[in-house]
C-alpha cells in the first residue's frame, strides 16, 4: 500500500468515525470470509458496517476524535464495526454473533462519547431498543393523567350510581 492509499484510507476511517453513533473493535482471527460476510449481512440489518484496517492507519483515524480511547486495544486482527442508527441493537447482534463464533471477540467500544469495555458492550445488548425505552418513558408518564382523570370521574360516577339505586328502589318494575 502506497502513501496515497493509505492517506486516502485514513481520510475514508475519519469519515465513517465522524458520521458513526457508535464504534466497536473486535477481534476476527480464524473467521473464514464466508462467516465476515455473514457478520457483515447482520450488521447492515441495524445500520452498522464491518470494516478491516491496519491498526496504524485506525491510529491515525481516531487521532483528535472521541474514539481515541479505542488506542490501547488496536493489537493484534482488528476489525472495526461502526454503527450509524441505535447503538442497542448494534450490540445485540454483535453479542449474537460472538456467541454464535468462538473466534469472534469483542474487545471493547465507544457510543456517545463514552468508552465501553466488552462487558459494557454486552450489558448494552440486554437494554431494550431507543424506541421501546421512549414507549415506556411516555406510559409513565401518561399513567398519573389517567389515574387523575378517574379519580376526577369517581365521585360523578358515584353519583349517578346513587340515583340509579334510588330510581330502582322507587320504581321496581
Do not use: C, W
Not at 97 to 124: C, P
Amino acid at each position: 500500500m502506497d502513501r496515497q492509499e493509505k492517506e486516502r484510507t485514513v481520510a475514508d476511517l475519519q469519515g465513517h468515525f465522524a458520521r458513526a453513533t457508535a464504534a466497536v473493535l473486535t477481534e476476527y482471527r480464524g473467521l473464514t470470509v464466508a462467516e465476515l460476510n455473514a457478520l457483515r449481512r447482520e450488521l447492515r440489518e441495524v445500520a452498522g458496517e464491518y470494516r478491516v484496517a491496519k491498526n496504524t492507519l485506525v491510529e491515525l483515524a481516531i487521532e483528535g476524535s472521541p474514539y481515541l480511547s479505542l488506542k490501547d486495544l488496536l493489537t493484534g486482527q482488528n476489525g472495526l464495526v461502526f454503527g450509524y442508527g441505535d447503538a442497542v441493537g448494534l450490540a445485540r447482534a454483535l453479542t449474537r454473533y460472538a456467541r454464535e463464533h468462538d473466534k469472534f471477540t469483542i474487545k471493547g467500544g465507544v457510543t456517545d462519547g463514552q468508552f465501553l469495555a466488552a462487558a459494557r458492550v454486552e450489558a448494552l445488548a440486554l437494554l431494550p431498543s431507543r424506541e421501546v425505552l421512549r414507549a415506556q418513558l411516555l406510559g409513565l408518564f401518561s399513567r398519573p393523567a389517567a389515574q387523575l382523570v378517574s379519580l376526577l370521574a369517581a365521585p360523578a360516577a358515584r353519583i349517578v350510581r346513587v340515583l340509579d339505586a334510588r330510581k330502582t328502589q322507587l320504581n321496581p318494575t
